[in-house]
T-cell receptor
Framework: QKEVEQDPGPLSVPEGAIVSLNCTYSNSAFQYFMWYRQYSRKGPELLMYTYSSGNKEDGRFTAQVDKSSKYISLFIRDSQPSDSATYLCAMSEGTYKYIFGTGTRLKVLA | DSGVTQTPKHLITATGQRVTLRCSPRSGDLSVYWYQQSLDQGLQFLIQYYNGEERAKGNILERFSAQQFPDLHSELNLSSLELGDSALYFC?????????????FGPGTRLTVL
């Protein structure tokens, strides 16, 4: 079993939809949770960074962490075609090491 | 633009050859990480350097080696290349190299081994 599981998609939604992206994990020592966006043939770009449980909002993006369920989510409101990318979750115990999910491909249709 | 630069963008070579990938971290960042991304494995951590010293090793093959120079740029050397080494190689940098630091990724080097 992988430490971090992420549905690879692809996920296709119409423009304006609310998108929900999720990761589950098995290591209860993870405390730091990140979401990266990766456009095709580009490097991952940090979107959200959260510590421990709770919600964090930044514009159209909301990150949620539920440590009791070992489940994290990224919500995208009013999705745009420019949001079409692969979304990677990443987690850390607070040491150097990030563990990444394999990514979910999102396509927002105009 | 993350501020992390990587060269070359693309590299095509043959099995058995050796290549060097180069990374310059963001200004002020002391730590560099190398990752390999393939379609079936996702982003795999290879190795981390902090201020010239190796700090941590991940799933790095013995045929691969890296170093970080006094000016903080880093090089990843891949030797005796195999078809399975074809992948995207990313460098990331952070200020202190701790797990609480944000890692900023470069644009990657696409390696194709024929």
């Amino acid at each position: 079993q992988k430490e971090v599981e992420q549905d690879p998609g692809p996920l296709s939604v119409p423009e304006g939809a609310i998108v929900s992206l999720n990761c589950t994990y098995s290591n209860s020592a993870f405390q730091y949770f990140m979401w990266y966006r990766q456009y095709s043939r580009k490097g991952p770009e940090l979107l959200m960074y959260t510590y421990s449980s709770g919600n964090k909002e930044d514009g159209r993006f909301t990150a949620q962490v539920d440590k009791s369920s070992k489940y994290i989510s990224l919500f995208i409101r009013d999705s745009q075609p420019s949001d079409s990318a692969t979304y990677l979750c990443a987690m850390s115990e607070g040491t150097y090491k990030y563990i990444f999910g394999t990514g979910t491909r999102l396509k927002v249709l105009a | 633009d993350s501020g992390v630069t990587q060269t070359p963008k693309h590299l095509i070579t043959a099995t058995g050859q050796r290549v060097t990938l180069r990374c310059s971290p963001r200004s002020g960042d002391l730590s560099v990480y190398w990752y390999q991304q393939s379609l079936d494995q996702g982003l795999q951590f290879l190795i981390q350097y902090y201020n010239g010293e190796e700090r941590a090793k991940g799933n790095i093959l013995e045929r691969f080696s890296a170093q970080q120079f006094p000016d903080l740029h880093s090089e990843l050397n891949l030797s005796s290349l195999e078809l399975g080494d074809s992948a995207l190689y990313f460098c990331a940098s952070s200020f202190s190299g701790s797990g609480t630091d944000t890692q900023y990724f470069g644009p990657g080097t696409r390696l194709t081994v024929l």
